[in-house]
């Protein structure tokens, strides 16, 4: 990665996943001129849904996050697409392409503004996960991915055992269980 390249998480989110949006997601992403270095189809446990909101959990939303995002409320959807994207302002253009949280506070030609809505619950259904500043994107990054799973070496990583793992965590939790013992 460049000096001046920031790395963020994109996620295709269980309504857009039901929707079949997947594909047209990635292709505003990569039109962007954004590397993906990373992709993978996850599915969301509760334990991974905390880890990655984490930084929300006081708020009166959290639990109907954490559903929503297990695909919960999508037909039990709980399949989600998850990218690492590498580039120069990627905060900057996928939150342009993104749009606002709130899909009735978004450009329309956003993909939150033209695909999301909010349900009559108040829930946003908003398609897309985009981190929202560099330094979230490599905690998210390293929480949804191992770094064997990137094409580039972003973060510094080590080998514990015969795999590699990151040097700084990514946040309480890995994406399938707790942190290894090399991390406490």
């Known amino acids: 990665m460049k000096n001046m390249e920031e790395s963020i998480l994109v996620i295709v989110k269980p309504d857009g996943m039901v929707k079949g949006l997947a594909g047209y997601v990635l292709t505003r992403f990569e039109a962007t001129g954004l590397r993906m270095v ?3 189809m996850a599915k969301v ?3 991974l849904a905390e880890a990655h909101y ?3 959990r ?3 939303f ?3 996050l954490i559903r929503f995002i297990m695909g919960e409320f999508d037909n039990n959807q709980d399949n989600v697409l998850a990218f690492a994207f590498v580039g120069e302002s990627a905060v900057k253009k996928a939150r342009a392409i993104a749009g606002a949280t709130n899909p009735e506070e978004a450009d329309y030609r956003t993909i939150r503004g033209s695909l999301g809505r909010v349900t009559t619950k108040g829930i946003f259904e908003n398609v897309v996960h985009v981190s929202s500043d560099p330094i979230e994107g490599e905690r998210e990054i390293k929480l949804w991915f191992w770094p ?3 094409t580039v070496e972003l973060f510094p990583s080590k080998l514990a055992g015969n795999r590699k793992v990151w040097v700084e965590p990514g946040g309480p939790k890995t994406r399938t269980g707790p942190w290894p013992e090399e991390y406490k």
């Open 38 to 40: 990373a992709a993978r």
């Open 45 to 47: 446990t509760r334990e």
């Open 148 to 150: 064997e799973e990137l």
């Open 62 to 64: 959290y639990e109907e």
């Open 54 to 56: 984490h930084h929300l």
């Open 58 to 60: 006081e708020k009166p």
